[in-house]
């Protein structure tokens, strides 16, 4: 079946603007997760959806950074006033349960470039 | 906190060869531990995961994994390695109370060699 798409696969912007970035998850999952790969800095949770509930947003670097998901489905990544240090792999993933054994399956993810 | 530490940035092994990655862990509770591995230009890819039960745990590809509760260890395995095995590896956990995300470690580059 369909895995995780996220969309743009590359994005290259200027300092200052703002960029969204796009995550389908798989089709019935009802976890979403947003993480980030830095060189140097590892892969670091951002933000965390699941169903209904308020999302876990312990992760977001800033409050420059915001993410919605619609309709418990597609979500997006906003980055508002794009830094250089912003330059990183943004990855999505999604899970069938919250679970704690339940496995997250992750998307090609967005490279972003601030320069 | 919890964390996870992967010792060595990059493990080089002749193909045919066994290869082991290794991993540590600090958690509070019960640890559920995972291990993913991410090929050039794509996403992380699910290998196995230890949950409960037994301490070796198959995975994809002929991985496996033994965990060690005593000291808090979940390497990485397999037999004999393949040169197409070349990627990054990276041990995650999720503790009792934060299920809501992985830790991951730095992750670990294993070559492998004709």
């Known amino acids: 079946g369909a895995g995780v798409s996220q969309s743009p696969s590359n994005k290259v912007t200027e300092k200052g603007k703002d960029v969204e970035l796009r995550c389908d998850p798989i089709s019935g999952h009802t976890a979403l997760y947003w993480y980030r790969q830095s060189l140097g800095q590892g892969l670091e949770f951002l933000i965390y959806?699941?169903?209904?509930?308020?999302?876990?947003k312990s992760g977001l670097p800033s409050d420059r950074f915001s993410a919605e998901r619609t309709g418990g489905s597609v979500s997006t990544l906003t980055i508002q006033r794009t830094q250089q240090e912003d330059s990183a792999v943004y990855l999505c993933?999604?899970?069938?349960?919250?679970?704690?054994?339940?496995?997250?399956?992750f998307g090609p993810g967005t490279r972003l470039t601030v320069t | 906190a919890q964390s996870v530490a992967q010792p060595e940035d990059q493990v080089n092994v002749a193909e045919g060869n066994p290869l082991t990655v290794k991993c540590t862990y600090s958690?509070?509770?019960?640890?559920?531990l995972f291990w993913y591995v991410q090929y050039p230009n794509r996403g992380l890819q699910f290998l196995l995961k230890y949950i409960t039960g037994d301490n070796l745990v198959k995975g994809s590809y002929g991985f496996e994994a033994e965990f060690n509760k005593s000291q808090t260890s979940f390497h990485l395995k397999k037999p004999s390695a393949l040169v197409s095995d070349s990627a990054l590896y990276f041990c995650a956990v999720r503790g009792s109370g934060g299920y809501n995300k992985l830790i991951f470690g730095a992750g670990t580059r294993l070559a492998v060699h004709p």
């Open positions: 993933a999604s899970s069938h349960t919250t679970g704690q054994g339940g496995e997250q399956y």
């Open positions: 959806f699941q169903g209904n509930s308020a999302p876990d």
């Open positions: 958690v509070s509770g019960n640890p559920y």
